[in-house]
């Protein structure tokens, strides 16, 4: 799914102020979708996920925190140590 955002507008002041609600400029997303090709390899995971812990061992971004992340996704296959 991709999401639409509103693209700010920057002011005389440099302050970035949201584009007017009568008219406001609908982007076409940034990129955070679900068609990015992942299987990230393992260092990459846990930098964007060094908070999550589905292990529930309360040690986040641990490997099998990737490998039940990676599962639950369905790239089991692509799992590299």
């Known amino acids: 799914?991709?999401?639409?955002?509103?693209?700010?507008?920057?002011?005389?002041?440099?302050?970035?102020?949201?584009?007017?609600?009568?008219?406001?400029?609908?982007?076409?997303?940034?990129?955070?979708?679900?068609t990015d090709d992942v299987p990230w390899d393992y260092e990459t995971w846990s930098v964007l996920y060094d908070e999550l812990d589905l292990d529930g061992d309360n040690e986040p971004a641990t490997w099998d925190d990737y490998v039940i992340w990676m599962t639950e996704h369905g790239w089991e296959e692509d799992i590299r140590p």
């Open 1 to 34: 799914m991709k999401k639409q955002w509103i693209i700010p507008m920057i002011s005389i002041n440099r302050e970035i102020t949201p584009a007017p609600s009568d008219d406001p400029v609908i982007g076409e997303g940034s990129g955070q979708s679900t």
